[in-house]
């Protein structure tokens, strides 16, 4: 029977408009992305600029986890408050292998691997609700977390974890790890940009983003709705995860309060809308140029108190205006675009 | 048996939507369903495709019992069904809408295949040349044909049409009646809610007609249309009892 309707519908087609699914790595869009962060990124290791590495740094752990939310965010459509839950927690995993005598790149996969496991865990539990009541359950286990770490004795209560200044020996001393932890992020970064790229143009991306336009329709077309959304989950977890490991390492210490920052997952919904949400670039121009504001209002007297506060009305501008962001409304206002901005 | 529906009903709190419907579905036919509104066709639907489960009775379909299982599990196993209030992901372009069908349907191609299939889908349907726009600029018209392209690129066996022809102007509607029936030729099976007799009389090949959620008739059009039962339950609504009156 099968082979009778497909020859029934095979009528007249255009040929060749398939290529649509075709040429993931032949998109110009992801390239330049993937260029101007990789330029950026190498041009403190070629000026050898330690000031600017730290400026960049900040930068490219934005884009890491801007990119890592807006999968979730972004493609599927659920908002969530309490990102940073993933961050913490791989960080403070990291930080407790690595005191312990564990390498880094052992510990940083660790850090996502905690972090996904979480993000599974809390998956099959939490996606059951939707809207406004999973943003809310989002914010309570950051809360929650945070609560319990301060809490746990062998992640050091409220004090934290300190690294010892040994631990850096076996990377050529404190400065040159702080290098190798900037080669480490940058290459995250990029991996984060290219699955975000992946899972958009993949046929589980397709599952997701019909989830995001309606979760109903989607099921009655055959999207197992509960499993895409916990690997959504998961996927946008890991990378957080083990960016958290590096950024603590670099640190030399974490505390509760420090790893579980509620308003920093809040300046990541601001990065990504800002940017545009369920796009590729969207992210990475959203946590450049908001990385870029923040640090020109933390330097300025007038607005040093109040960044927080401009972010706010930053979201709010935003949500009202261009919920599309950016490059969503460049992509409605000019759809020759679609093809160039992923 | 393609579908076995046994005695099922549904309340919704106090609000019986199905009394104790059952029938049974031959594969290759296709099955009218009317009544007059708020009778419970759709609810119909929703049951069988599984969107909510039936508070007492039973659905089969291809031989397995389906009763409890998900809208996605049923649509694995080759049913569609199209909405009657449509549903399209506006901001996915109209061929993403229907590769979602294409994809995630009984067959789940991959994504290359199922932009073949979507296009060749979208040809069939008469929506090619708006493949590359965005599901949501569509008029309502363009999105029931879109709603119907989705179900088709599943390649389903069993289709649920919840009223594809309302809104349609006359010769609109006349081309939608062929593609069904083209569906149809193709060894389709379809159960189809429909308002307009005339069009229901050239397709269905058995009537069934729900009033406040019970069978109150079944059989070919000619002997549905002509059962007192069925034209007194129309009675309060003028406009389709004169459209019977017609059609018989």
Known sequence: MKDQQQSSVALPLPAGRAAHALGVWRNPGLWLVLAVVGLAGAYPIITNQAAIREAIFTILLSIALASSLNILLGYTGYVSFGHVVFFGLGGYLGMYLLSSGVSLPVAVLAGGMIAGLLAFLLGSAILRLRGAYFALATIGINEAMRTFISNFGPFGGPTGISLNFAVYKPYGGAAQALWLTYYSLLILTLVAIVLSFQIKHSKFGLGLRAIREDEDAAEVMGVVTPRAKTWAYVLSAIIPGMAGVLFFFKNGNIEPLDAFRLHFSIELLVMVMLGGQGTVLGPVLGAAGYQQLRGFLLTNPTFKDYQLVLAGALLLLIVLFIPAGAIGWLRSRFPRLRRVLP | ?248
């Not at chain 2, 073949?116 to 309502?140: K, M, W, Y």
């Open chain 2, 1 to 248: 048996m393609l579908l076995h529906v046994h005695n099922v009903s549904k309340s919704f709190g106090g609000l019986q939507a199905l009394n104790d419907v059952s029938f049974e579905l031959p594969e290759g036919q296709i099955l009218g369903l009317i009544g007059p509104n708020g009778a419970g066709k759709t609810t119909l639907f929703n049951v069988i495709n599984c969107v909510y489960p039936p508070t007492t009775g039973r659905v089969t379909f291809r031989g397995a019992d389906v009763t409890g299982k998900k809208p996605y599990d049923v649509s694995r196993m080759g049913m569609a069904r199209t909405h009657q209030i449509v549903r399209p992901l506006s901001e996915l372009t109209v061929r993403e809408n229907v590769m979602v069908g294409a994809c995630y349907g009984g067959n789940g191609h991959r994504l290359r295949e199922a932009a073949r299939i979507a296009d060749e889908v979208l040809a069939f349907i008469g929506l090619g040349e708006r493949a590359d726009q965005l599901a949501g600029s569509l008029n309502v018209a363009q999105k029931k044909r879109l709603e119907l392209a989705r179900a088709l690129a599943a390649r389903p066996q069993l289709l649920l049409l919840d009223e594809v022809l309302a809104g349609l102007n006359p010769s609109e509607v006349g081309a939608m009646v062929e593609t069904i029936r083209h569906i149809r030729d193709t060894g389709v099976t379809i159960i189809m809610i429909e308002h307009l007799m005339h069009a229901l009389m050239k397709l269905a090949d058995y009537v069934l007609v729900l009033e406040f959620g019970q069978l109150i008739a079944s059989g070919t059009p000619e002997e549905v249309t002509s059962n007192p039962a069925v034209i007194e339950a129309y009675l309060g609504d003028p406009k389709l009892a004169e459209g019977l009156m017609d059609s018989a």
